[in-house]
């Protein structure tokens, strides 16, 4: 069982930026393909962004592309979303998640994830 804890969220004003973690004791944490999903109140849980193991290569969602970064750090055993320019549709429980790396699937799809963290409230105000 891997655990996985999110931290870094909070309440912030339209436009601030933000950085959320998430962090792990697991010693093969290099060797996950790592994740961001995000569920607003009444929706479905989206993807936001990816980060592979093999290469380090990423993915966004068309809505995040331009504004997050995601970024990790193997010797921390911590991944990174940092948020810029956000907008009050940001508001979301933000959840990290972990996935052996698996070539040739989609990163984007919340299925191939084994492991989840209990997700860190972002609140964006207008």
């Known amino acids: 069982q891997v655990q996985l804890v999110e931290s870094g969220g909070g309440l912030v004003r339209t436009g601030d930026s933000l950085r959320i973690s998430c962090s792990t004791s697991?010693?093969?944490?290099?060797?996950?393909?790592m994740g961001w999903f995000r569920q607003a109140p009444g929706k479905e849980r989206e993807f936001v962004a990816a980060?592979?193991?093999?290469?380090?290569?990423?993915y966004y969602s068309d809505s995040t592309r331009d504004r997050f970064a995601i970024s990790r750090d193997n010797a921390k055993k911590e991944v990174y979303l940092q948020m810029s320019n956000l907008k009050p549709e940001d508001t979301a429980v933000y959840y990290c998640?972990?996935?052996?790396?698996?070539?040739?699937?989609?990163?984007?799809?919340?299925?191939?994830?084994?492991?989840w963290g209990q997700g860190t409230q972002v609140t964006v105000s207008s």
């Open positions: 980060i592979l193991s093999r290469d380090e290569s990423t």
């Open positions: 998640a972990c996935r052996w790396s698996i070539i040739g699937i989609s990163p984007t799809d919340s299925q191939t994830y084994l492991y």
């Open positions: 697991d010693p093969t944490f290099s060797m996950f393909d």
